[in-house]
């Protein structure tokens, strides 16, 4: 088991955007605060690459996220999807 701190932002190989799958981990991941700390923002972002890339579920998930977050939080978490899939 990892004992220790990963920043998954900067461990994520750029072949995982591809996967859907990893996309929605992270999610997951943000949303439940697991291995992490709770960020609905970083949450709100993976959820919404993981739909754009074909995850049907992560829509849901993406909308309960949002439903906890202001209205700029939101704004901030699609400022951060969009500039992923920019630099990616």
């Given at each position: 088991?990892?004992?220790?701190?990963?920043?998954?932002?900067?461990?994520?190989?750029?072949?995982?955007?591809?996967?859907?799958?990893?996309?929605?981990?992270?999610?997951?991941?943000?949303?439940?605060?697991?291995?992490?700390?709770?960020?609905?923002?970083?949450?709100?972002?993976?959820?919404?690459?993981?739909?754009?890339?074909?995850?049907?579920?992560?829509?849901?998930?993406r909308r309960e996220v949002a439903a906890q977050m202001s209205a700029e939080q939101i704004a901030a978490a699609q400022r951060e999807a969009r500039a992923w899939i920019t630099?990616?």
């Open positions: 088991m990892l004992q220790g701190f990963l920043n998954t932002e900067t461990a994520l190989p750029i072949e995982a955007g591809e996967n859907p799958d990893v996309l929605f981990d992270l999610g997951l991941l943000f949303a439940s605060g697991r291995g992490a700390s709770i960020d609905l923002v970083a949450a709100h972002k993976w959820f919404n690459l993981a739909a754009l890339k074909g995850r049907a579920d992560a829509i849901e998930f630099s990616h």
